[in-house]
């Protein structure tokens, strides 16, 4: 990919690329929509990504073009402030504004980016794309940052320039990401441990529903608030900064605090799902494969029944898995909504698995799923 971005950047900019990085995207195995509850998570780093192609210009500008999507923008630097629409290139702007506002100086730049992570499919593209840009003008520029405060930074932009209010749990696995590990993340503390991922003879097969989502016109912050109400419900009786200070076995003590019943189950869910992160990590640390199986179907049906944040197309995809043999785990990952799911899946079945789950998924939805096999990968590099 490195000389096709190459030969493109020339094309596009009459002029070569001065460096070129690759970012990964992301998964989450186990832990959903319990990020910005101060829970743990367990994403990992995959082995499709975004590409970036920089140089450096002396007008003054910045221009952003893709090969993924049409349209280019151009942005002069007293512009780096505003959001465009829905515009792909706001992440970036969002990533130089937020190095401007530090104090940095970053004068023009001539960025090419390229992506096989399918958009809005909950595999952090966005993320991806932030944490490339970012990794990429702190290198190129001895900016002095460290993996840390670039997740920090890129966890800005989201909120503040894109205006999400998502957790940091999406630019940190893109960022530390390591190759077969998963990371136990708190995102409370942000303290973190990686996980040996050793799948034997599975492999992890990502099903893109092919429904997209776009997660701030989505109910994802209506899913914050609710969670905040089930917060602010509790504090009258104890005293909790997130949900997730609470197992399962306080959590009883106190729910009946809670009398909307979707507020109710929006808490449960947080509260058992975090539980489950514990439990995977040590199924995983045990080489008990079957169990984190289980507990993969488990969070989903959590997602779908308590959290309703799943949808026909992803339990499409999980129903098919619970009665194909070669699966023994399956969930949808991402904030939901459409997107996709994963499933640990029997080497040697792909093409099986592929053209059943096919059949099966056309039949429910009428179009079909796109499926991949990933490795787990690593984080931002300089190629």
Not at 194 to 201: E, I, S, T
Not at 242 to 266: G, M, P, Q, W, Y
Request: aromatic residues 10%.
């Amino acid at each position: 990919m490195k000389i096709e971005l190459d030969q493109k950047f020339a094309e596009q900019y009459h002029k070569n690329a001065d460096a070129i990085y690759f970012s990964p995207g992301r998964v989450n195995l186990i832990g959903e929509h319990i990020d910005y509850n101060g829970g743990l998570v367990m994403p990992c780093a995959i082995t499709l990504g975004t590409w970036i192609a920089i140089a450096p210009n002396n007008d003054q500008k910045y221009r952003f073009k893709s090969l993924n999507f049409d349209g280019d923008k151009e942005v002069e630097s007293n512009r780096l402030h505003e959001k465009d629409g829905s515009y792909w290139a706001n992440y970036p702007i969002g990533v130089i504004n937020e190095f401007i506002k530090d104090g940095k100086e970053i004068n023009g730049f001539d960025f090419l980016y390229f992506g096989n992570i399918p958009i809005g499919s909950g595999l952090s593209s966005s993320a991806s794309i932030e944490i490339a840009t970012a990794f990429a003008l702190n290198d190129y520029l001895n900016l002095g940052y460290d993996k840390l405060e670039l997740v920090k930074l890129a966890k800005r932009v989201e909120n503040e320039f894109i205006g999400l209010n998502s957790g940091i749990m999406d630019q940190f696995a893109v960022a530390f990401g390591e190759r077969n590990k998963a990371i136990v993340l708190d995102c409370e503390t942000l303290k973190y441990k990686m996980v040996d991922v050793d799948l034997g003879k599975y492999v992890l097969a990502i099903i893109n529903t092919n429904k997209p989502r776009e997660l701030a016109d989505s109910k994802y912050n209506e899913r914050v608030a609710e969670c905040q109400q089930a917060l602010s419900v509790l504090n009258e009786e104890i005293t909790l900064h997130h949900l997730c200070e609470l197992n399962a076995e306080k959590f009883a003590l106190h729910s009946h605090l809670i009398t909307d019943d979707t507020v109710l189950k929006r808490a449960t869910h947080v509260v058992k799902e975090n539980d489950r992160v514990h439990l995977a990590a040590k199924a995983l640390n045990s080489g008990s494969l079957d169990e984190f199986g289980r507990l993969m179907y488990a969070s989903h049906q959590s997602l779908k029944e308590l959290y309703e944040v799943s949808g026909e197309e992803l339990d499409a995809v999980v129903s098919f898995c619970l009665g194909y043999d070669h699966v023994i785990g399956a969930r949808m990952t991402g904030a939901g909504f459409g997107g996709c799911a994963i499933a640990l899946l029997e080497k040697g079945f792909e093409e099986d698995f592929a053209k059943h789950l096919t059949d099966y998924y056309v039949d429910k939805i009428g179009y079909p799923a796109a499926i991949y096999v990933s490795e787990i990968g690593s984080g931002p590099v300089k190629l």
